[in-house]
């Protein structure tokens, strides 16, 4: 099984951004930020290092505005991207999907029919899917850096601003999984927290930990 970490989500957004950038979507960088699902500052951070790299440049355009095209570098690492994301979305895919099933079996069983997810990611996608196969349904989902809704359901900034019943949460925050399912245990309490083992967050039954 292969580990969903930071290099993997940061090859992701490089690869969505590349080909905004190709396909003349890339507008403005707040335009960018609402596509990728990402903060703006992130969004910044990122064009820099595709501009420092070769891989896109920036014009100036109409209106005191900026356009960002491809450079021939550009267009070989989206390419060399798109292969390494396919090899490895169809693995992720997978591990996900058993993962978020064993996990919605069991909270079913416990009488959890309701489930709030903490975090936009290809992981948040597949654990809808999952939910929707186990009867269970979706609260919502919990991303200050999203605007929604999610896949039909309400977009939370906090979990304190959820205003929609649920019985318990799924951590699909893949850059920053600890920290949210620490957080999230804090706040709710253990067993009342989801945590798929693709995000390899160990969580200490004493005191409720993660690791």
Do not use: W
């Not at 580990?3 to 403005?28: C, N």
Request: aromatic fraction near 6%; charged fraction near 25%; charge should be positive.
């Amino acid at each position: 099984m292969r580990r969903v970490d930071d290099s993997a989500e940061t090859s992701r957004i490089m690869l969505r951004l590349l080909d905004a950038v190709e396909q003349d979507r890339a507008h403005s960088q707040r335009h960018l930020a609402s596509e990728l699902g990402i903060a703006l500052g992130l969004v910044n951070a990122y064009l820099k290092r595709c501009m420092k790299k070769g891989l896109v440049k920036m014009r100036q355009a109409p209106a005191r505005r900026y356009a960002y095209y491809l450079t021939p570098q550009g267009f070989a690492e989206k390419s060399r991207l798109t292969v390494e994301y396919l090899s490895f979305s169809f693995g992720f895919f997978r591990q996900a999907k058993t993962d978020c099933s064993g996990l919605f079996r069991v909270a079913k069983l416990r009488g959890v029919r309701k489930v709030l997810l903490i975090g936009h990611s290809d992981l948040a996608e597949i654990a809808a899917l999952c939910a929707m196969e186990q009867g269970i349904g979706i609260a919502g989902l919990v991303d200050e850096a999203i605007e929604g809704p999610f896949i039909g359901a309400p977009v939370f900034k906090t979990i304190d601003g959820v205003d929609a019943p649920f019985d318990a949460v799924l951590v699909t925050d893949v850059r920053n999984a600890r920290a949210t399912s620490e957080a999230a245990i804090a706040r709710l309490g253990l067993d009342r927290v989801l945590v798929p083992d693709i995000l390899r967050v160990r969580i200490r039954q004493e005191g409720g930990a993660a690791e």
